[in-house]
C-alpha cells in the first residue's frame, strides 16, 4: 500500500521576521486563521485526514480551533513558540496540547526542521518525530547522509520529509510553490511509488495572501487564492496513487508491519 502523510505546520505566521519585518502577536495569529479556514474547507471536502503540528503558543490563543481539528485529524506538537526553542518545550508543548486535546500527543516537529537532541523526545512521552529533512537547505542543515526512508531510533520512530530518490530534491512546501506544477507531481509520484510512502509538509498561511509582506519571491508567489486552485489539484491526483494517512497512524502501520 502507497502511504500519503500529508501535514500542516499549525504555527504563528512569523516568517516575515526573518526578513526583517516585525509583527504584534495579532497580526502573526490572524494571518494563519486566514489561510487556515480555506484549507479546512479543502481537505474535509475530499475527506482527507491530515496531521498538524502545532505550537503551544497558538493553541493556547486558539484552543476551541485546534480541539475541533482535533475531532477528525491528529494533532501533534511543534513546539511551544515558532521563533524559539528551550529543552522544557519540548515537554511544555505536550502538556498543553494533550490538555487542549483531551488526548495524548505523540508526535514531535522542530520548528524549522533544526537539529536538537531528539533523545529528548521519549522521555517527554512522544513516539515519533518528524523533523528531519535529508537533504541539503543551505544555512539551515545538510542531512544527505540520513535514511529517506522511516526508521527506529531509541524505540521512536522517525518520519522522514520526503525527498526526490535522485538528487534528494526536497518536495516540501517551498518545492510545490516554486517548481513547475508537472515536474512537481512526477518527482511526488515517483518518490511515492519507489518508497510507498510520501511525507509532504506545507503551512496554513499558504492559503491566504502574503503578498504584502517583506518576503522573497520564492516565498510568496503563489500564495492564497493560487496555491490553493493548485493544491486541489494535487491532492486529486494523489488519491488515484495512494492513501491518505496521519502520522500517527502510519507510525503504528510501521511498527505493526515490522519493516524497521
Not at 36 to 42: C, D, F, N, R
Not at 136 to 155: F, I
Amino acid at each position: 500500500m502507497n502511504n500519503i502523510l500529508l501535514s500542516f505546520d499549525l504555527e504563528e505566521f512569523d516568517i516575515p521576521e526573518e526578513f526583517g519585518q516585525k509583527l504584534n502577536e495579532e497580526e502573526k495569529i490572524r494571518v494563519t486563521l486566514s489561510g487556515l479556514a480555506p484549507l479546512l474547507a479543502l481537505i474535509n471536502k475530499y475527506n482527507i485526514q491530515a496531521t498538524f503540528y502545532v505550537t503551544a503558543f497558538f493553541a493556547e490563543k486558539n484552543p476551541e480551533i485546534v480541539k475541533q481539528i482535533s475531532e477528525k485529524h491528529e494533532i501533534a506538537s511543534h513546539g511551544y513558540y515558532h521563533s524559539s526553542f528551550q529543552v522544557d518545550d519540548i515537554a511544555n508543548s505536550k502538556q498543553v496540547l494533550d490538555t487542549i486535546t483531551g488526548s495524548s500527543i505523540e508526535g514531535y516537529r522542530m520548528a524549522r526542521l533544526m537539529p536538537f537532541d531528539r533523545s529528548l523526545l521519549q522521555s517527554a512521552g512522544y513516539s515519533y518525530d518528524s523533523s528531519l529533512n535529508p537533504t541539503w537547505l543551505p544555512r539551515r542543515y545538510n542531512n544527505m547522509d540520513k535514511p529517506r526512508a522511516p526508521y527506529t531510533e531509541d524505540k521512536l520512530v522517525v518520519l522522514p520529509a520526503s525527498v526526490a530518490s535522485v538528487f534528494r530534491i526536497p518536495l516540501f512546501w517551498l518545492s510545490f510553490k516554486n517548481l513547475p506544477y508537472f515536474i512537481y507531481k512526477s518527482l511526488a509520484i515517483r518518490a511515492l511509488k519507489k518508497d510507498k510512502y510520501l511525507n509532504i509538509y506545507f503551512h496554513p498561511w499558504e492559503f491566504t495572501d502574503i503578498s504584502g509582506y517583506k518576503l522573497p519571491f520564492y516565498v510568496k508567489r503563489n500564495s492564497g487564492l493560487k496555491q490553493l486552485i493548485k493544491f486541489e489539484k494535487l491532492l486529486i491526483l494523489l488519491k488515484e496513487y495512494g492513501e491518505f494517512c496521519t502520522s500517527k497512524e502510519y507510525k503504528n502501520y510501521f511498527l505493526k508491519s515490522g519493516t524497521n
